[in-house]
């Protein structure tokens, strides 16, 4: 019988990477993304995993942040829709991570780089044939890169084409890219045939469990049904924006779009000030002024010192 646990649902994904004792998993991850010519073998989870964090919760997963030997910082995360604000959410996110190492009076030659790796569920560069994209800060002119100190890489898991390929002559991250899009349609034993180093054993055994204890699965539909319900209810308010602008004219067409931007970036400060999400179709009542107020105010909590 099919494992039928998706492992890009941040519960799962949680249980494999942001815990310590899955730290090699993390490790062989990172690696794998990153290739650097002394391969990371220390990282410390910085975040610990809470069991309960389910209940009307973020789509998009930020979670997952370590720090290795050398002191680089990660944020290492999973996308289930790609949609037009991630971009600059993914590069806030990125600045957060560098700007936060330091205190008042601190130098900036203290200052490690800090990296974002971002999984996504769905394209999100239709332009790119590239499943691995690296971002950093530079000049695409004269192609002269200010620093390395600063990157996002993305993963596009729907680029991947497995079809024909035998995995073992493919590289880790596309193995890593395989097990996240497909573990949850294989049965235990056969996933383990297909993937059969010691890392990928064990993320199939995490996933196994979670398969088979009925408190971990039932955390999984939880998480699940949430990200499930976050889609549709954004996807409705697309729709209606959408449906309300043809009916009502240009005017208040692009108000409604200025809603939903507003309604997003809402959502996004909340996430990262870790308080609880207003729903979408409570935000979308409000008059585009309170809305622009409540950002406002989200903001100016966000830039308080902490």
């Known amino acids: 019988m099919p494992l039928g646990i998706d492992p890009t649902v941040d519960y799962v994904f949680k249980k494999l990477f942001a ?7 993390l490790i ?14 220390y990282v410390e989870v910085l975040n610990p ?11 998009s997963i930020l979670d997952i942040k370590a720090r290795c030997g050398d002191d680089r910082w990660y944020n290492v995360e999973i996308q289930s829709k790609s949609d037009w604000s991630l971009r600059p959410r993914l590069a806030y996110y990125a600045a957060s991570l560098y700007a936060d190492q330091l205190s008042e009076g601190e130098d900036y030659g203290t200052l490690t780089p800090a990296i974002t790796i971002c999984f996504l569920k769905e394209s999100l560069f239709r332009d790119s044939q590239s499943p691995h994209l690296r971002f950093s800060l530079c000049d695409p002119m004269h192609r002269i890169e200010l620093t390395d100190r600063l990157q996002v890489h993305t993963i596009e898991l729907a680029k991947y084409n497995f079809e024909g390929v035998t995995l073992d002559s493919v590289d880790a991250l596309a193995q890593w890219a395989f097990f996240l899009g497909h573990a949850g349609e294989l049965e235990a034993e056969s996933l383990q045939r297909l993937l ?37 209810s954004l996807n409705i308010a697309r729709r209606e924006g959408r449906e309300e602008g043809i009916e009502l004219g240009r005017e208040e067409g692009i108000e409604a779009g ?14 990262l000030l870790q308080v609880p999400p207003t729903a979408t179709e409570e935000l979308m009542a409000r008059e585009l002024a309170a809305l622009k107020l409540l950002s406002a105010d989200l903001k100016n909590r966000l830039q308080q010192p902490r």
């Open 19 to 25: 815990t310590p004792e899955n730290s090699d998993l």
């Open 258 to 271: 200025q809603k939903l931007g507003l309604v997003d970036n809402i959502h996004l400060l909340q996430e």
């Open 196 to 232: 059969p180093r010691k890392e990928f054993l064990k993320a199939t055994g995490v996933v196994e469990m979670i398969a088979r204890t009925p408190e971990e699965r039932v955390q999984y539909e939880l998480r699940r049904k949430a990200e499930m319900d976050r889609r549709w």
């Open 49 to 59: 995993f809470n069991e309960k964090e389910f209940e009307e919760d973020k789509l």
């Open 28 to 41: 062989h991850l990172l690696n794998s993304v990153l290739q650097f010519s002394q391969p990371i073998v």
